[in-house]
Nanobody
Framework: QVQLAESGGGLAHPGGSLRLACAASGFTSDYYAIAWFRQAPGKEREGVSCIGSSAGSTEYADSVKGRFTISRDLARNIVYLQMNDLRPEDTAVYYC???????????????????WGQGNQVIVSS
């Protein structure tokens, strides 16, 4: 059974850093591109970042470019989202998800395979 388990997140001050991890089981994570999404209260879900199956392609939302870095450890089947210079507007529940693609492009948000992590709260507040 394909599963994604997230960890990390929590509370950070503005300008601080957090790292999210998405551990894949039931499949080899290099079969799929994996993406991070987030949803803030009262807002629609938005794509944050995507990484291709071999980590050869990445995409970032404009709002996080230069601050967030996505990476994957193929040996351990884990995808990470390093979040630096956090801002209050980054506060949201973050989810990882597999895509039907092996690579990322600007329309990756429409290529969901239906497998999601459980969600992880990130709060950025002073």
């Amino acid at each position: 059974q394909v599963q994604l388990a997230e960890s990390g997140g929590g509370l950070a001050h503005p300008g601080g850093s957090l790292r999210l991890a998405c551990a894949a089981s039931g499949f080899t994570s290099d079969y799929y591109a994996i993406a991070w999404f987030r949803q803030a209260p009262g807002k629609e879900r938005e794509g944050v970042s995507c990484i291709g199956s071999s980590a050869g392609s990445t995409e970032y939302a404009d709002s996080v470019k230069g601050r967030f870095t996505i990476s994957r450890d193929l040996a351990r089947n884990i995808v990470y989202l390093q979040m630096n210079d956090l801002r209050p507007e980054d506060t949201a529940v973050y989810y990882c998800a597999t895509l039907t693609l092996t690579y990322c492009y600007s329309g990756y948000q429409e290529k969901l395979s239906g497998v999601w992590g459980q969600g992880n709260q990130v709060i950025v507040s002073s």
